[in-house]
T-cell receptor, first 117, second 112 residues
């Protein structure tokens, strides 16, 4: 099956610092990667969509200068939370979409718990 | 028009019972309807999915029923087990390149 990994699984950082989260598709090439944010007991909120080699497309209300997304290869995307503040504390989930067994499917990573103190 | 409405918000079922979660959508152009299962602290995992050209799809204990005219679809979990306790999300997508639109989620608890 398709596997998407995220690193780190959890991170604590101080207010004002930046933190980078990696998302990798381990056994398939991801033409598109998605980044979601999820607050406790809430649904997934799409933050941005990125295609390999292109600039990310951000959803309305998501600050692109604060949440930097890089999709440098078909297996790796990174999300950098710049100048993090406590309100950025959340569960961040990436998802990768690629051609698998003749159809495009989207698979989710295990998530990264970010706590900003 | 892009919303997917999911109910109930939470559900308690006895072991061996049937769990039923419902979703409704507005955009008739949606052409892919997946269900995801999410355990606490984990990412969502694809459980089962259906396209609008069929009215039902079954995989093991999980069944999707799809009513195109009513713009509704539902997940049925037969013989529910405590291990099924998780949050379930329905979603809808438009086209191969479209983004997933998620429902609000249903927290299922199966009591032994």
């Amino acid at each position: 099956g398709a596997v998407v990994s995220q690193h780190p699984s959890w991170v604590i950082c101080k207010s004002g610092t930046s933190v980078k989260i990696e998302c990798r598709s381990l056994d398939f090439q991801a033409t598109t990667m998605f980044w979601y944010r999820q607050f406790p007991k809430q649904s997934l909120m799409l933050m941005a969509t990125s295609n390999e080699g292109s600039k990310a497309t951000y959803e309305q209300g998501v600050e692109k200068d604060k949440f930097l997304i890089n999709h440098a290869s078909l297996t790796l995307s990174t999300l950098t939370v710049t100048s993090a503040h406590p309100e950025d504390s959340s569960f961040y989930i990436c998802s990768a979409r690629g051609l698998l067994e003749g159809s495009y499917e989207q698979y989710f990573g295990p998530g990264t718990r970010l706590t900003v103190t | 028009q892009q919303q997917v409405k999911q109910s109930p918000q939470s559900l308690i079922v006895q072991k061996g019972g049937i769990s039923i979660i419902n979703c409704a959508y507005e955009n008739t152009a949606f052409d892919y309807f997946p269900w995801y299962q999410q355990f606490p602290g984990k990412g969502p995992a694809l459980l089962i999915a259906i396209r609008p050209d069929v009215s039902e799809k079954k995989e093991g204990r999980f069944t999707i029923s799809f009513n195109k005219s009513a713009k509704q679809f539902s997940l049925h979990i037969m013989d529910s087990q405590p291990g099924d306790s998780a949050t379930y999300f329905c979603a809808a997508k438009l086209g191969q390149g479209g983004k997933l639109i998620f429902g609000q989620g249903t927290e299922l608890s199966v009591k032994p």
